[in-house]
């Protein structure tokens, strides 16, 4: 069920409207049945494995609290979320790297081979996976599985932390220190409303309006229409899918943010603009924020972060970075992805110390933002690209389609969709330097109401086409 469906607002009203009816030991509860509901709408089956996951995190969650042997049931219940996921989401890539193994037309190796893969799989494990670290050690989700008044409760509240609706498909991770304290009864007039329409306007238009019409012009990156095209349409077009992936899963995660407000919880910011970033690693502070701090609180401080030495820095980084672009696909461009990434990271720890990365001037600053905006930029290639051979032919045809003739009306439609992502970012500059001296940014005050009314316009006159989020893929 998309959030842009008409059928997605029926439901979102019926279940808004019954909650806040509800007695608030009953409202959980509905939110389960509401999010079990929403997950089910497109293919029931998948709920089978939510729940099967769900039960293993209620589990061994207990025992990790209340067992003789916690350490052994964190182990055991990470290990088996870990599985689910490897299975059901990299049994396609098994069967890519070998081959063989798909050659039977039949067989059970082969059925195996082809499970789709459940949409949010790669989302609620990791909040299984969180659940289970959360309580091995002190803190707010072991005080609150502690106190759950019996099974039944603990149950409940679990239940609710895997399967919110809101973020349930596509994130933001939350992860359970953060969510397990905000459970309980909730207020209608507790509604944070400013908050919560600020959010779903500005991620709806986001989405439907910068997103979905650029996902019209970045179909040409596409093997082989790119071949076509020229050199200078060809960097366009990377550019507007920068644009369209940031537009997408940010606009995504502020409509998951905004319906989380509506019914009283609140979700981690999971965008803060991040093609402002003049390093790499400023960049994985501000993008898909939620993975990056999961990855670095249960991955990279684990294995050591950058407490042992340059070689076992560089090694943690290239390792995580490289996991964390596997988690968003089943091929080998993902671990590549990643590998770009990690690799940007390890030369700018390499290089810090000199005047490039040390000057505050405003020419070196900016051209600081250019160089990390064009390197995440044409690693983006690899997500609209996933066959890497598809990768390299675009490269190749950036090189040598000098000579083809640009197509200019794309590269208008393309700056026009791309503008509002910019401003986007721009004004987050310009409230920055305005807080600084003490001041009000302009679109903080009374023009606020004005900007949020146009963009509720251009929602209802220039949606594009319905497009599923990317990140759904994951």
């Not at 081959?99 to 989302?123: E, K, Y």
């Not at 909730?186 to 400013?194: E, P, T, V």
């Not at 986001?206 to 979905?212: E, F, T």
Request: net charge positive; charged share 10%; proline share 5%.
């Amino acid at each position: 069920m998309l959030f842009t469906s008409s059928a997605f607002f029926a439901f979102l009203a019926a279940v808004f409207a019954i909650y806040y009816l509800l007695p608030g030991r009953w409202q959980s509860c509905w939110l389960i049945t509401a999010s079990l509901f929403f997950y089910a709408f497109d293919n029931p089956r998948l709920l089978a494995l939510l729940l099967a996951v769900a039960a293993v995190d209620v589990v061994f969650s207990r025992q990790v609290v209340r067992g003789r042997n916690p350490r052994a049931w964190a182990a055991a219940g990470v290990a088996i979320n870990l599985g689910v996921l490897a299975f059901f989401k990299y049994n396609r890539l098994l069967g890519i790297t070998f081959p063989s193994l798909l050659s039977a037309q039949s067989g059970p190796v082969h059925t195996l081979l082809l499970l789709p893969l459940p949409i949010g799989i790669s989302f609620y494990t990791f909040h299984g996976i969180s659940l289970l670290l959360d309580t091995f050690r002190p803190g707010p989700a072991r005080d609150d599985v502690s106190s759950a008044r019996g099974f039944g409760e603990h149950a409940k509240n679990t239940l609710l932390y895997v399967s919110f609706f809101p973020q349930l498909i596509a994130g933001p991770i939350v992860k359970a220190h953060q969510f397990y304290p905000q459970i309980g009864a909730k207020r209608f007039g507790d509604i944070d409303w400013d908050k919560a329409a600020s959010a779903l306007i500005v991620g709806y238009f986001l989405k439907v309006v910068i997103a979905d019409n650029l996902s019209q012009q970045t179909f040409w990156i596409a093997y082989p229409y790119f071949q076509g095209y020229s050199s200078l349409n060809l960097v366009v077009f990377l550019i507007g899918y920068s644009a369209q992936i940031f537009a997408d899963f940010a606009g995504y995660s502020l409509i998951a943010i905004g319906l989380a407000r509506l019914f009283g919880y609140q979700l981690p910011i999971n965008f803060n603009f991040p093609y402002i970033a003049e390093t790499f690693s400023e960049f994985w502070t501000r993008w898909h924020i939620s993975l990056s701090s999961w990855l670095r609180e249960y991955l990279y401080y684990p294995l050591g972060g950058n407490r042992k030495g340059t070689a076992r820095t560089t090694l943690n980084l290239m390792t995580v970075m490289t996991l964390g672009g596997l988690w968003h696909g089943a091929a080998w461009s993902y671990a590549i992805w990643g590998f770009w990434h990690g690799a940007a990271l390890v030369g700018e720890r390499a290089t810090r110390g000199t005047r490039f990365y040390a000057s505050r001037h405003w020419a070196i600053r900016a051209v600081r933002m250019a160089l990390v905006f064009a390197v995440v930029t044409a690693g983006w290639l690899l997500f609209k690209l996933p066959h890497v051979s598809d990768a390299a032919a675009f490269a190749v045809a950036l090189y040598s389609n000098t000579g083809l003739r640009t197509a200019r009306s794309t590269v208008f439609i393309v700056a026009i969709y791309v503008l509002p992502v910019a401003l986007y970012h721009a004004h987050y500059l310009m409230r920055r330097r305005a807080q600084a001296r003490g001041a009000v940014a302009v679109l903080d005050g009374a023009a606020k109401p004005v900007v949020l009314g146009l963009l509720l316009s251009a929602i209802a006159l220039n949606p594009g086409p319905p497009q599923s989020f990317i990140y759904f893929q994951f």
